[in-house]
Every structure is written in C-alpha cells, then in structure tokens.
C-alpha cells in the first residue's frame, strides 16, 4: 500500500534561520508531489509540484523553494524565514493509478518567531 | 483557472441533524469533485469524490450530488455524530500537475452533543 511521511510535525524557527521540510512517499513510482501551505483557519494554497526528478513548478512567488533529489523524495527549503512563512505545510501526492486524486501527509507546523 | 467557492464557512448542527454544505465551480471543463476532512492538527483525508459523469454518490452517512449544468456540488451528511466534527473541503480539479486540485475555503462543521 501506499505511504506518505512528512516530517519534522512541528518546528519553532526564529526569523532569518533556514527550513528544511521533508517528504517521502512509498508503495509508488514516479508520483506527482506537491506542497500546499494552510494559514491558521484558512483553505489550502499550492505552493510547489513536481512531475518527476528534478522537475519543480512554483505557483506562488515567496521565500520559499522546493527540490525532489529522489523520485519518491519532496524537500521544501528556505534560506532565511520570515514571520509571514509561519503556517501549516503540506506534502501531498497523486500516482498514475489515482489519477486526480490527491493524499495528503500528515503535516508540519511551522512557527517563526 | 479554476474558481470554487464553499459555503457555509461554519456549520453547527445538534447530533442525529443532517449538514449540508455547498460548492460551485468556474471551469466547465473540470471533471472530478473530492471532498476532503480535516482534523485538528492533521492533513486532510479523502472522504468520498465523484466524478463528472454521475450525479450522486453516497457511502453510508454521507453523500455527493453534482449539478454539471449549474456546476455546483454538495456534500450531505446524514445522522450526525461529534467525530464528525472537523473542517471539510470540497475541491475541483481537471487534471493533475498543473492542473491539480483547486481548494475551496473550508466549511468547519461542530457536532453538538
């Protein structure tokens, strides 16, 4: 069956420091992988998605970037925080079975402060 | 793009009572209709979808009708309970990749004992 791990679940991170937010997914080949950012009580914005290794497509232009090293591996990365990236973060993935379908993980709490 | 609004942003009903919560969309070509819940603190989970060539579905308390004409969609949930409790999304989507999955706002629905 198919898995997907996000990790670290919370983080407290002061203003200007780096981000290293990782994701796998197992049980699949070649997925499509996404990161979606969720504000505290907001709805779901798409921030990256890949088609395959080392393909990256951004949706929303920010302090942030992504990168998939491995065909089963997501990282979303920042080289220096700002408060405003404080959020909920999501890894998510769609495989060539579950077409349209999307999975989420289970999330990382981001604080900045 | 793709537009989907969802109302309403809150819901509170008493226990055994149906909620219904409402969706439309902007873009006729958008084929497949995923509603997703979410507990406090985790990532969404898929409850039930439907797709653009039925008009209903339903798995034991809850169900999906889409109206492709109007393109407006809904989800029923029927015999509430507390765990039902949590945040809903509907979402549209007519692809995946760029054509991933457009988010409505969310509708947070409180069970009353």
């Known amino acids: 069956s198919q898995t997907i791990h996000q990790w670290p679940a919370t983080l407290v991170q002061p203003v200007g420091s780096p981000l290293s937010l990782e994701c796998t997914v197992e049980g699949t080949s070649n997925p499509n992988l996404y990161w979606y950012r969720q504000a505290a009580g907001r709805g779901l914005q798409l921030l990256f998605y890949?088609?395959?290794?080392?393909?990256i497509s951004s949706e929303v232009p920010q302090n942030l970037s992504a990168s998939r090293p491995q065909d089963r591996q997501f990282i979303l990365s920042s080289k220096k925080l700002l408060l405003s990236d404080s959020g909920f973060y999501l890894c998510?993935?769609?495989?060539?079975?579950?077409?349209?379908?999307?999975?989420f993980g289970e999330g990382s709490w981001l604080t900045v402060v | 793009g793709e537009n989907v609004e969802q109302h309403p942003s809150t819901l509170s009903v008493q226990e055994g009572d149906s909620a219904v919560i409402k969706c439309t969309y902007s873009d006729s070509a958008s084929n497949y209709f995923p509603w997703y819940k979410q507990e406090l603190g985790k990532g969404p989970q898929l409850i039930i979808d439907?797709?653009?060539?039925?008009g209903e579905k339903k798995d034991q308390r809850i169900a999906v009708t889409l109206n492709k004409t109007a393109k407006h969609f809904s989800l029923h949930i029927t015999e509430t309970q507390p765990e039902d409790s949590a945040v809903y999304f509907c979402?549209?989507?007519?692809?995946?990749?760029?054509?991933?999955?457009?988010f409505g706002s969310g509708t947070r629905l409180q069970v009353q004992p």
């Open positions: 979402a549209a989507s007519k692809g995946t990749g760029r054509r991933a999955l457009t």
């Open positions: 998510a993935y769609t495989t060539g079975a579950s077409g349209n379908t999307i999975y």
């Open positions: 439907i797709r653009s060539n039925v």
């Open positions: 890949s088609v395959g290794i080392g393909q």
